[in-house]
């Protein structure tokens, strides 16, 4: 069974930098667009940002310039560095493998941006 397993969520004041950590288990990992998802309460869940196999990456506007993906297709893990924390990015993050018709999703983890 596929299973994605996120991390380092927490709470940090505005400004600052946390970085999200997703590892996923039983997939061919290099073929997978690997993604970042929020969903912040009361609203629906929101691309943040994406990365194919071969590094191209895509971000919603509302990250670009503070939250750079990556991943390491040796160890299975995708990233998601933010910096620049606004209130606005408080939500639960949510790590998503995806190709052609297959999709999955991780449990998700809970950032809090408050001072």
């Known amino acids: 069974q596929v299973q994605l397993v996120e991390s380092g969520g927490g709470l940090v004041q505005p400004g600052g930098s946390l970085r999200l950590s997703c590892v996923a288990s039983?997939?061919?990992?290099?073929?997978?667009?690997m993604g970042w998802y929020r969903q912040a309460s009361g609203k629906q869940r929101e691309l943040v940002a994406t990365?194919?196999?071969?590094?191209?990456?895509n971000y919603a506007d509302s990250v670009k310039g503070r939250f750079t993906i990556s991943r390491d297709n040796a160890e299975n893990t995708v990233y998601l560095q933010m910096n620049g924390l606004k209130s606005e990015d408080s939500a639960v993050y949510y790590c998503?493998?995806?190709?052609?018709?297959?999709?999955?999703w991780g449990q998700g983890t809970q950032v809090t941006v408050s001072s």
């Open positions: 998503n493998a995806a190709l052609s018709n297959s999709q999955y």
């Open positions: 039983r997939i061919w990992f290099k073929l997978y667009v």
């Open positions: 990365i194919t196999g071969g590094g191209t990456t």
